[in-house]
């Protein structure tokens, strides 16, 4: 049976080892059309105003009785904290992503700021040429954490075989975490509202801990870990990206000794030699698989209209379940890859919800 096995991971093995992956590139757009709003003020994080409930001493929660008093590691500068992190973390985000042309937090608040005196935000806002400001808002938070003690019990035989119970105590606590963080997009052409996305998480961490220090960890942690968690969503939503769509070369079956010598250049990484080979054998042999792979190393270089071409032409001789998949894949991969460019070519923009009077929509998130 041990052979068996044996053999049949070797296979699987000797298989994958076999099989050559290309890589057809493309930009996948953004949930939210960003083209027109490239030029984008990023305003510090809302901190949340509402109370976050917590006891100074943290209930415990087993049926044995306590015997240590222990202190929350919560802290009522917490929100604020969040709040700071998200800004950092929202602004390197968008920074790192290349996408846009950014004000910092700081410029933007003092301009949010100048608002409350009377001063047009989106009027200044679009003098340094900023299209929209985003707003970050921590919507929610909550912290639930309890101690408990699990006990381990053990005999022991004294020298006059009289029988003796000992309990020992592993102490445990569970922190549970949650927030709701949202982000605000207004366009300062309008002072409409674009969009508001918003990301919510929880997160728990348990573990054992000495009681004799008698503090729990500050809980800043696991919220810190559902922000930098948002990053992906984040970019996800506002910015296009190239992405890669991974396929894997259809073998030489039926065998053609023609073909040899592209796989043998695909497989080195010679991918140009690789499809001129595979196309000069489907333009003589009409290939299947040849047919096949020229069309996936054509769309490898970013040219899908010849590749669907291709494809096409290959349908017109066989009938075949991995050629007309891949065809509607390559389909959909020149939609969102135009989409994706005309997103950062700026051709197109997001369309506002609503309009609002100038200024008022910008107290309405910030208060």
Same mark, same amino acid.
């Given at each position: 049976m041990r052979r068996i096995i044996f053999l049949c991971i070797l296979i699987l093995l000797l298989f994958v080892s076999c099989s050559t992956m290309v890589s057809i590139p493309y930009i996948e757009p953004s949930v939210i059309d960003m083209g027109g709003y490239r030029n984008l003020a990023?305003?510090?994080?809302?901190?949340?105003? +509402?109370?976050?409930p917590y006891t100074s001493?943290? *209930?415990?929660?087993?049926?044995?009785? *306590?015997?240590?008093?222990?202190?929350?590691?919560f802290s009522p500068s917490i929100?604020?904290? @969040?709040?700071?992190?998200?800004?950092?973390?929202?602004?390197?985000?968008?920074?790192e992503s290349g996408f846009f042309?950014?004000?910092? *937090?700081?410029r933007t608040d003092a301009i949010l700021e100048r608002g409350r005196l009377g001063y047009s935000i989106s009027e200044e806002l679009k003098d340094l040429g900023y299209d929209a400001v985003l707003i970050p808002r921590i919507e929610n938070m909550?912290?639930?954490?309890? @101690?408990?003690?699990?006990?381990?019990?053990?005999?022991?035989?004294?020298?006059? +075989?009289?029988?003796?119970?000992?309990?020992?105590?592993?102490y445990y606590y569970k922190q549970t975490a949650t927030i709701s963080y949202s982000l605000t997009l207004v366009d300062t052409e309008t002072g409409a509202i674009v969009t508001k996305r918003t990301f919510a998480d929880s997160r728990y961490r348990e573990s054992t801990f000495d009681p004799v220090w008698g503090i729990l960890a500050d809980p800043g942690y696991l919220f810190r870990r559902m922000i930098s968690s948002f990053d992906e969503g984040i970019l996800r939503q506002f910015v296009p990206r190239t992405r890669l769509y991974d396929i894997t070369l259809m073998k030489n079956k039926p065998k053609n000794?023609?073909?040899?010598?592209?796989?043998?250049?695909?497989?080195? +990484?010679?991918?140009?030699?690789a499809l001129d080979g595979f196309l000069s054998v489907w333009e003589n042999d009409r290939h299947l698989p040849s047919g096949y792979n020229a069309a996936l190393l054509t769309a490898a270089t970013g040219d899908y209209d010849k590749a669907l071409e291709l494809l096409q032409d290959v349908q017109t001789s066989y009938s075949n379940d991995d050629v007309r998949a891949f065809y509607r894949d390559l389909l959909t991969i020149r939609s969102r890859n135009a989409e994706?460019? +005309?997103?950062?070519?700026?051709?197109?923009?997001?369309? *506002? @919800?609503?309009?609002?009077?100038?200024n008022a929509i910008y107290f309405a998130l910030l208060d």
């Open positions: 990023v305003a510090s994080a809302v901190p949340y105003h +509402g109370i976050i001493w943290v *209930p415990w929660r087993d049926t044995f009785s *306590p015997r240590f008093r222990i202190r929350s590691g929100a604020a904290s @969040v709040a700071e992190y998200a800004t950092t973390e929202l602004y390197s985000t968008l920074s042309n950014l004000l910092s *937090p700081a909550n912290v639930d954490e309890y @101690v408990y003690a699990e006990p381990t019990e053990e005999w022991w035989t004294d020298s006059d +075989g009289k029988r003796h119970r000992h309990i020992e105590y592993e000794d023609d073909a040899k010598i592209a796989y043998d250049y695909a497989k080195d +990484g010679n991918l140009s030699a994706g460019e +005309g997103q950062i070519s700026g051709e197109t923009s997001a369309v *506002p @919800v609503a309009a609002a009077d100038d």
